[in-house]
């Protein structure tokens, strides 16, 4: 009795550690194999990142390189700024010229925030472990609104300014005078085409 529980115990212990192998393999292909992949860290900082959270992905050049890990925020009360200082993790296929370019993106209108790099070109000098690169702040969702604002705004005052007779354009449109001169060209070049061949010949 004593031998059967025991050989019992071990067909249970050896399916709950296939099983155990079975979910880390499936957890670890759902993260790319992140933990086996050789990499470095680099770190990026920005004014503002726009809802970048940790995981988001990086992108060098377009394709997924690696992901954010950490977000630290730093205050600088005397200088009345904060800095969000990314902890970016980068395979170590990857070189990223120093020279590079680097801002937040975002997949469709209102999808997932990224980490985008444009290479630069002075492969001579690539960041190395724990190096910076200064990012790119994107332009905050109000600012956009109030340029849009500003724009219609603008052309809403453009086309008052035609309407009331003001500006070239609204002259050209409302003021009959230029329309009646034209007129008055074409008809006299009617009846006297013989003119246009004198001016031709005074230009020479």
């Known amino acids: 009795m004593i031998f059967g529980k025991t050989k019992l115990e071990m067909k249970v212990g050896v399916f709950v550690f296939i099983g155990l192998v079975v979910l880390v393999i499936f957890i670890l292909s759902i993260g790319g194999f992140k933990t086996w992949s050789s990499g470095y860290h680099v770190k990026m900082t920005f004014n503002f990142v726009n809802g970048i959270k940790v995981g988001a992905p990086v992108r060098f050049a377009g394709v997924d390189v690696g992901e954010v890990?950490?977000?630290r925020l730093d205050f600088f009360p005397e200088e009345s700024r904060s800095n969000v200082n990314l902890d970016i993790w980068v395979?170590?296929?990857v070189k990223i010229p120093s020279d590079s370019s680097v801002w937040v993106n975002t997949l469709g209108l209102l999808g997932e925030k990224y980490i985008e790099i444009m290479?630069?070109?002075?492969?001579?000098r690539v960041l190395t472990e724990g190096e910076?690169?200064?990012g790119v702040d994107p332009l905050p969702v109000h600012k956009i609104f109030n340029n849009a604002e500003n724009l219609l705004n603008n052309l809403n005052d453009g086309i008052s300014r035609i309407k009331n007779k003001e500006g070239t354009l609204g002259k050209l449109i409302y003021d009959d005078t230029l329309y009646d001169e034209l007129q008055a060209l074409v008809t006299d070049v009617r009846k006297n085409p013989w003119k246009l061949f004198i001016r031709t010949k005074e230009r020479k």
Do not use: A, E, F
């Not at 290479?119 to 001579?124: A, I, L």
């Open 132 to 134: 910076c690169l200064v």
């Open 91 to 93: 395979r170590n296929t």
């Open 119 to 124: 290479p630069g070109s002075d492969y001579s």
């Open 69 to 71: 890990q950490k977000i």
